[in-house]
């Protein structure tokens, strides 16, 4: 079964450094893949995707992901930190085939440091 | 304005009585879908709908049932609830079944006692 897995439940980070956020798939297909932020009290909000094509995809509010087939990885990057980046981060994949789920990770909460 | 309408947002309820969560949403979308957030475990899906009377198990249905009668709608119904049914849940819609975003609901937390 596909699975995703977000490496660090936990990520803090001071403001202006960089945020790196991980995330591997396991299905040998790859499949559609997404990055959602959920503010506290709220329901999620799509960052960014990658359907096909251009392996480095940029999102909203700075953030950008790079798809690395070889490494099954979708990790979700932003070169300077702000204070409103503290927030769930939830990698989430869906096949391009066969069934019709999509599939979350655990999720990584981001601190951000004054 | 293009949204997903969950109610009600807070509920609390004792084990056993039947409770329907409504979702709605305004786009005229395909694919809705319910999912269960805890900690620790991320968002779990528990049934998701196709279209106009076709719904399909996710990975958690135990314990739930939905229905999907018209496009717009697709309430998440407890028809015997139990503690450990205590969640965060959300539903969620995109325009097809693959490769779209999905659009959130707020969400609706659900203590059973």
């Known amino acids: 079964a596909q699975s995703v897995t977000q490496l660090g439940s936990h990520v803090s980070v001071s403001e202006g450094a960089l945020v790196l956020l991980r995330c591997n798939y396991s299905s040998s297909v790859p499949p559609y893949l997404f990055w959602y932020v959920q503010y506290p009290n709220q329901g999620l909000q799509l960052l960014l995707k990658y359907t096909t094509g251009a392996t480095l995809v940029k999102g909203i509010n700075g953030f950008e992901a790079e798809f690395k087939k070889s490494e099954t990885s979708f990790h979700l990057t932003k070169p300077s930190a702000h204070m409103s980046d503290a927030a769930e981060y939830f990698c989430?994949?869906?096949?391009?085939?066969?069934?019709?789920?999509?599939?979350f990770g655990a999720g990584t909460r981001l601190f951000v440091k004054a | 304005e293009a949204q997903v309408t969950q109610n009600p947002r807070y509920l609390i309820t004792v084990t056993g009585k039947k409770l329907t969560v409504t979702c709605s949403q305004n786009m005229n979308h395909e694919y809705m879908s319910w999912y269960r957030q805890d900690p620790g475990l991320g968002l779990r899906q528990i049934y998701y709908?196709?279209?106009?009377?076709?719904?399909d198990k996710g990975d958690v249905p135990e314990g739930y049932k939905v229905s999907r009668k018209e496009k717009r709608n697709f309430p998440l119904i407890l028809e015997s609830p139990s503690p450990n049914q205590t969640s965060l849940y959300f539903c969620?819609?995109?325009?097809?079944?693959?490769?779209?975003?999905?659009?959130f609901g707020s969400g609706t937390q659900l203590s059973v006692l």
């Open positions: 969620a819609s995109s325009l097809r079944l693959r490769g779209e975003k999905l659009f």
């Open positions: 989430a994949v869906t096949p391009h085939t066969g069934g019709f789920k999509t599939i």
């Open positions: 709908s196709m279209n106009v009377e076709v719904t």
